[in-house]
């Protein structure tokens, strides 16, 4: 077993013009990650999926491999299109405090299965 | 008489044209096209849901969203039920939509998820409509007046407030049906949509006039150098319809890779002084690059530099310029090859009246001239007199043949110390000749104590080179129209509105408000790649080609997409975003972008292999596959229940118990279905060498998918299929079951289906197992029944994860 962890913090006010441009954001974004329209949310879909890329490795610009979605309790739930050899459990989680969003990510890898 | 009411002029259209295809969807992996049947069933489905929603003649719904059919399909849907259309630019600011919403007391946001926008007002999702329409509706019947408003177009301007010009249907049917009485159309043409819908001279030229003649116009989902160039290749494009500045940029690119060619450069010579058939031959392979069907290059929307028309004339290409205002909706004047006349805009459209004033300014006529400003009459009445002439604010002379010559902007004219005029576009054009000029803005220079003619440049080069240009100009200015002073504008480009026209407004006060003690910063001297990075990552610092991307400049991961986009934007050059490591120097960079435009060029026409389309191959194939089906009937009888298979493209979900699945499918489908059918395979199974491959292709209709991972290209191969007219089988179990009851389904299929956006439909085989199960090598006979569900669309905004589950239950409670 093995565990790798990402983490990634974003500035609201720092990222104004990424979200007014939507072609930026159609390169980010599935269009599900947008369904709510606060800044906030967005924003945090934006930091985790920059974590999840850390965590497992991804290469940069890998934005659309990585879905979000919430759960009912509002807990984010990650999936990746093309999960990495011996990917076990991938965990994330998103906090927010003034104009900072923090996303924090875990994965865990068993390098022993098949 | 034309067509005076957008149902009219449907009523016509659909009557004429049925089959043929009316726009094509370039969706990231899935292109669908739309024949004028599709169009009205689905304007007749959407007029139907704006009834749903309370909503009626005199309404006013907004649309904000990059241009598509499903835009399209939107506005329609509200002209045909005199609904007011309230047309907003995709990159308008939350500011700017709250205050035209509530101005025009819309009830209806219907905007792009990718808008971020949150409002009170309620929302429907342009990404949403196909799965929102009911199942049937009819856009016929609602009462609608041609003086009714049609929409309401807000011009951001190059100036002061945002106006709203209220467009009546009389006045964009006439200016329509003027346009094609002008124009003589090519009667097979496929155009290319670049310009916003939210703007007159697309929705005008580029939507309304080849569909009134029956022909196709191609939305691409992104407007990436890579997808634009694929498009025209892809689509046979005959046709663009686009603004100066993108024909400008266009031509950079071109100049930097023909720069180090010398047979190119020398080709671009020769037709500069050959006739016309032979500058088109001698040209072609320049012209290539862009498809061998491309013609006509409609530019609009802003005067066009000599020099830039001029290039693409040399190149072989038809430039037809027209000129107009949002207020004409929009088209006033055309110019066309053969109906020319240089640096002129052409002459005027039928059925209109020109005329010029005693000062100089351009007057307009006729039924295409905007009803009024929305609740702003003194606007109005500032710009329609009482004899219902329209002052159009340009200087404008027409010569004995009827050629109009635009001087310039009345409010740009600029007045000389000693009270003499002086035209700011006449000195622009004189800079623009020179190709380090990027752009320039003549103006008067109100910071010093006395006001200076000055120029505010774009270009690469230093301060020693612009004072040579300048100097050079000068020499051909009337000395009151002499440049005192120049700028060297500090950013990569000028401050512009949606369609690209320069914000002189914004320049002016920028130089005015400038502090005497901190002067612009002059561009230091560098390529534009490192202007682009200055930019980015806001940093004065100095960029050497040394200086590492990431660390240096601190750009991080949203700053690297922002990077890759503007290097899109401003050279038209598609860089990959995995290639910025965080090592990654200046100087590399230069060389990966270097690369990627010489890959550009070669690549263009790459095509995705499919199912071979060779008529003798075609007709052996469903020959044999004919008789094994037929052979396969005698051990297996199918029952079929549920629902009938629906037209296609769509996407069937299964669940897989043996190798009979896909012979079954292709049973149910029949002859004709068969064609349009294939089935997704593990390509580490059916495609392990080239015979299986070959049998497995052409006999089962087999495509190969990857069973781990390797979802983006599972979505290519499949979308490829589905822009085919194809429907695809997939088995999300991912392999046969061993017992025969359901595993469960690979998340993989969620992904397709929230990517693809087609109908799902939920298909359970029973049987199979029992006939043919995993491991034993010949059938048993027997009966298959097949239950097919009702086809589903997901809305955009469900996870994947839950898609994949409501499939898995919808196959199992068949």
């Known amino acids: ?114 | 008489m034309a067509a005076q009411t957008v149902p009219e002029a449907l009523d016509e259209i659909f009557g004429r044209y049925a089959h043929e295809t009316a726009f094509v969807h370039r969706q990231p992996f899935f292109r669908q096209a739309w024949s004028f049947d599709d169009v009205q069933s689905r304007v007749g489905r959407m007029a139907a849901f704006l009834r749903s929603k309370g909503l009626s003649h005199g309404d006013a719904v907004a649309i904000c969203g990059p241009n598509s059919p499903w835009w399209l399909t939107a506005y329609l849907a509200c002209a045909s039920q005199g609904i007011v259309v309230v047309p907003l630019d995709f990159n308008s600011t939350p500011e700017f939509i709250n205050t035209v919403l509530a101005e025009t007391k819309a009830k209806l946001l219907v905007k792009s998820v990718y808008k971020v926008y949150e409002g009170k007002l309620e929302t429907t999702l342009l990404e949403d409509v196909a799965q929102l329409l009911p199942e049937a509706g009819d856009w016929k019947g609602a009462p609608v007046a041609p003086d009714d408003t049609l929409e309401i177009v807000f011009t951001s301007g190059s100036t002061g407030n945002p106006k709203g010009v209220v467009l009546t249907h009389r006045n964009v049917m006439n200016n329509v049906a003027n346009f094609l009485e002008a124009w003589p159309p090519e009667r097979h043409q496929t155009s290319l949509s670049l310009v916003p819908l939210s703007h007159m001279l697309e929705q005008t030229a580029g939507f309304w006039a080849p569909f009134h003649l029956g022909c196709t116009v191609v939305y691409i989902a992104s407007l990436r150098p890579t997808e634009i160039t694929r498009a025209l290749y892809e689509e046979g494009i005959t046709c663009i319809i686009t603004v100066p500045a993108f024909l400008q940029l266009l031509r950079r690119r071109i100049e930097a890779q023909t720069g180090r060619n010398r047979t190119a450069k020398a080709l671009m010579r020769m037709a500069t002084v050959l006739p016309f058939p032979l500058a088109r031959g001698v040209t072609w392979p320049i012209r290539r690059k862009f498809g061998s069907h491309l013609r006509t290059l409609a530019v609009g929307g802003a005067a066009l530099p000599a020099d830039v028309e001029d290039f693409w004339t040399q190149l072989g290409y038809t430039v037809i310029q027209g000129y107009g205002l949002t207020e004409t909706s929009p088209l006033a004047t055309y110019s066309t090859r053969g109906s020319t006349r240089a640096r002129s805009v052409g002459k005027s459209l039928p059925n209109q009246e020109l005329a010029v004033t005693e000062t100089g300014e351009l007057l307009l006529r006729g039924p295409h001239v905007f009803k009024e400003y929305y609740n702003n009459q003194a606007a109005t009445g500032q710009v329609i007199d009482h004899d219902g002439w329209l002052h159009t604010g340009d200087i404008a002379e027409v010569d004995p043949d009827g050629f109009v010559f635009l001087k310039g902007r009345v409010k740009n004219m600029l007045l000389s110390s000693n009270g003499l005029n002086i035209y700011p576009e006449d000195i622009e054009a004189k800079l623009l000749n020179y190709g380090d000029i990027r752009d320039a803005v003549v103006l008067m220079d109100n910071h010093a104590d006395e006001p200076k003619l000055t120029a505010v440049l774009l270009t690469n080069r230093d301060e020693a080179y612009v004072r040579r240009v300048v100097g050079e100009v000068n020499q051909a200015l009337a000395s009151h129209q002499a440049i005192q002073n120049h700028i060297i504008w500090p950013d990569t480009d000028f401050p512009r509105t949606p369609t690209r026209k320069v914000r002189r407004q914004v320049i002016q006060e920028a130089v005015d408000s400038r502090l005497a003690d901190k002067p612009f910063i002059p561009t230091q001297d560098g390529t534009q790649v490192q202007a682009v990075l200055r930019q980015v990552s806001g940093t004065d610092k100095s960029i050497t080609p040394d200086t590492r991307i990431v660390s240096d400049l601190a750009i991080d991961s949203i700053k690297r997409l922002e990077l890759v986009t503007l290097l899109e934007e401003k050279l038209l050059v598609a860089v990959d975003e995995t290639m910025i490591t965080p090592t990654t120097t200046v100087a590399q960079l230069e060389k990966i972008i270097d690369d990627a435009r010489r890959s550009q060029s070669k690549n263009a026409g790459g095509q995705v292999r499919g199912l071979t389309r060779n008529r003798l191959v075609l007709g052996v194939q469903s020959a044999v596959q004919g008789a094994l089906l037929w052979l396969l009937g005698w051990y297996q009888r199918i029952e079929v229940s549920g629902n009938a298979l629906p037209p296609g493209p769509v996407m069937y979900v299964a669940n897989h118990t043996s190798h009979l699945d896909a012979p079954t499918f292709l049973r149910v489908a029949g002859f004709r279905g068969r064609q349009k059918l294939v089935v997704a395979a593990a390509a580490d199974y059916f495609f392990r060498g080239p015979l299986r491959s070959w049998l497995s292709r052409n006999l089962v209709h087999a495509v190969p998918v990857e069973r781990e991972g390797g979802v983006r290209e599972s979505l290519e191969r499949i979308g490829h299929e589905l822009s085919l007219g194809r429907s695809v089988v997939v088995f999300p179990e991912g392999s046969r079951s061993t017992n025969g009851r359901i595993k469960p389904f690979k998340p993989g299929i969620g992904f397709l289906a929230a990517s693809l956006q087609v109908p799902v439909v939920p298909v359970r085989l029973k049987g199979n197992f029992e006939l043919l199960p995993k491991g034993s090598r010949w059938p048993k006979k027997g009966v298959t029944h097949v239950v097919v569900g009702e086809a589903r669309m997901y809305s955009v905004s469900l996870p994947p994860d839950a898609i994949t589950h409501d499939l898995q239950e919808a196959v199992e409670n068949l």
């Open chain 1, 1 to 114: 077993m093995r565990v790798a962890c990402g983490v990634d913090t974003i500035d609201l006010t720092q990222i104004q013009s990424t979200l007014r441009d939507a072609t930026q954001l159609q390169r980010m974004l599935h269009a599900g990650d947008a369904s709510r329209q606060d800044p906030e949310h967005i924003a945090g879909r934006i930091a985790l999926k920059e974590a999840t890329m850390k965590a497992l490795g991804m290469p940069p610009g890998s934005w659309l491999d990585i879905f979000v979605h919430t759960h009912a309790s509002g807990k984010p739930e990650l999936s990746v299109s093309q999960p990495p050899h011996g990917l076990v459990s991938l965990d994330g989680s998103i906090s927010h405090h003034g104009n900072l969003v923090i996303a924090f990510v875990v994965a865990l890898f068993d390098d022993k299965s098949k």
